[in-house]
């Protein structure tokens, strides 16, 4: 872990255990704890107010894990690995339960959108697919609800991403392309691909929705577009 408003551009501490390739983190938002997902199969729960830097809880899968995602709620993580399995882990009641998209395909990531109405998986087969979510509040699990199924790319497709005002949803692919794609009905709205023709393996959107940085391996390229909605 690195200390931003320092100049020091060494990490300050390690959190060790981990086995293998970390391939997801992220943060509980008021900063009380980090949470990591890796190919050892297992999501971790790492408590930043502890002086251990231990891990404080874990939860072991079956497969490699790709993706992590937090709730919005705090209290719910998911996390997809390489057998298809999307894991809903309840960290209040320590339950989970299991969904498989669509067999023999390996979920690669997962996303939720802030508001926590839907959810978006993707997979090594070029699909998506989309949940409305209900409960989730209080002691109450989330539910999920089938709502789309999206042809949304041609090759793997990378990443998942729903804008900061919940409107729209941005895939990448292998096919190197990102797509944008509309949440009131999941229609396509526009089609982006830089000209080096790479695989765009991320995207994150500006914090008023309106721009995308998406970054392929072509000498680490990064571009911006103008979302045309």
Same mark, same amino acid.
């Given at each position: 872990m690195y200390d931003l408003v320092s100049n020091n551009p060494n990490p300050i501490i390690n959190y060790e255990g981990v086995s293998k390739n970390i391939t997801g983190l992220g943060f509980q938002e008021e900063g009380k704890w980090m949470y990591t997902g890796g190919e050892d199969c297992s999501a971790r729960i790492w408590d930043l107010r502890s002086s251990s830097f231990q891990c404080q809880r874990i939860f072991q899968v079956s497969a490699p894990v790709n993706c992590v995602c937090l709730h919005p709620n705090q209290a719910e993580?998911?996390?997809?690995?390489?057998?298809?399995?999307?894991?809903?882990?309840?960290?209040?009641?320590?339950? @989970?339960?299991?969904?498989?998209?669509?067999?023999?395909?390996?979920?690669?990531?997962?996303?939720?959108?802030?508001?926590?109405?839907?959810?978006?998986?993707? @997979? @090594?087969?070029?699909?998506?697919?989309?949940?409305?979510?209900?409960?989730?509040?209080?002691?109450?699990?989330?539910?999920?609800n089938p709502r789309h199924k999206l042809s949304a790319h041609k !090759?793997?497709?990378? !990443?998942?991403?729903?804008?900061?005002?919940?409107?729209?949803?941005?895939?990448?692919?292998?096919?190197?392309?990102?797509?944008?794609?509309?949440?009131?009905?999941?229609?396509?709205?526009?089609?982006?691909?830089?000209?080096?023709?790479?695989?765009?393996?991320?995207?994150?959107?500006?914090?008023?929705?309106?721009?995308?940085f998406t970054g392929n391996n072509y000498n680490f390229f990064f571009t911006f577009y103008y979302i045309l909605f």
């Open positions: 993580l998911i996390v997809g690995d390489q057998s298809g399995v999307i894991h809903l882990w309840d960290l209040r009641s320590d339950h @989970n339960e299991q969904l498989i998209p669509e067999a023999e395909a390996s979920v690669q990531d997962v996303a939720i959108d802030q508001d926590g109405t839907y959810m978006a998986a993707v @997979n @090594n087969k070029g699909h998506c697919y989309i949940w409305t979510l209900t409960g989730g509040v209080g002691d109450e699990p989330t539910r999920l !090759r793997y497709v990378l !990443r998942c991403k729903f804008s900061p005002d919940s409107t729209l949803l941005v895939t990448t692919s292998a096919d190197q392309t990102a797509r944008v794609w509309k949440t009131t009905d999941f229609s396509e709205v526009q089609v982006l691909q830089h000209e080096a023709k790479r695989w765009v393996w991320d995207a994150a959107f500006s914090a008023d929705s309106q721009y995308i």
